[in-house]
């Protein structure tokens, strides 16, 4: 899991060709003028989701985690907190979902787990060893814009 502000995204553009595609989309882009849906950036191997929701409890959300892609999820508007956990460590795996490319968890087991807060401006990368339980409130309920760029492993 990487937590940084979106100034510096460029910076692990080396990571992977699809994510230096991730980040050339990021740079020519206004994220803040871009419609609420799926975008196309490279077919099936850099796709994004943007998004307008309002935040939830924690009781709410669940646990997810990816087998083939990596999540970039960008607080374009508000903040939310978003738990996050080794997915060895969550417990009560759903079937895989390969259309949606999705596993769900029903909790945490024995392994701890770390509650971030990404705020306006920044973003969080998770793998797909990374289980993580986004759209959380955090002091109330409120509405937030993210945009969340699926990179092909």
Same mark, same amino acid.
């Given at each position: +899991?990487?937590?940084?502000?979106?100034?510096? $995204?460029?910076?692990?553009?080396? $990571?992977?060709?699809?994510?230096?595609?991730?980040?050339?989309?990021?740079?020519?882009?206004?994220?803040?003028?871009?419609?609420?849906?799926r975008i196309n950036i490279d077919g099936e191997?850099?796709?994004?989701?943007? /998004?307008?929701?309002?935040? !939830?409890?924690?009781?709410?959300t669940r646990w997810e985690s990816h087998r083939?892609?990596?999540?970039?999820?960008? /607080?374009?508007?508000?903040?939310? !907190?978003?738990?996050?956990?080794?997915?060895?460590s969550l417990t009560g795996a759903t079937p895989?979902?390969?259309?949606?490319?999705?596993?769900?968890?029903?909790?945490?087991?024995?392994?701890?787990?770390? $509650?971030?807060?990404?705020?306006?401006?920044?973003?969080?990368?998770?793998?797909?060893?990374?289980?993580? +339980?986004?759209?959380? /409130? $955090?002091?109330?309920?409120?509405?937030?814009? !993210?945009?969340?760029? !699926?990179?092909?492993?």
């Amino acid at each position: +899991m990487i937590l940084d502000q979106l100034s510096r $995204l460029s910076t692990y553009s080396a $990571l992977s060709p699809h994510l230096a595609a991730a980040v050339r989309f990021v740079n020519q882009s206004d994220l803040s003028c871009l419609g609420v849906g799926r975008i196309n950036i490279d077919g099936e191997n850099v796709y994004a989701n943007n /998004m307008a929701y309002d935040t !939830k409890p924690a009781y709410q959300t669940r646990w997810e985690s990816h087998r083939n892609y990596i999540d970039i999820q960008i /607080m374009i508007a508000g903040s939310e !907190k978003m738990a996050v956990a080794n997915v060895s460590s969550l417990t009560g795996a759903t079937p895989y979902e390969q259309e949606r490319d999705v596993f769900f968890y029903d909790g945490v087991g024995l392994g701890s787990h770390h $509650l971030i807060t990404v705020a306006e401006g920044e973003f969080a990368i998770f793998f797909p060893h990374d289980g993580h +339980m986004p759209m959380i /409130m $955090l002091d109330r309920p409120a509405g937030v814009r !993210k945009i969340v760029i !699926k990179v092909a492993v």
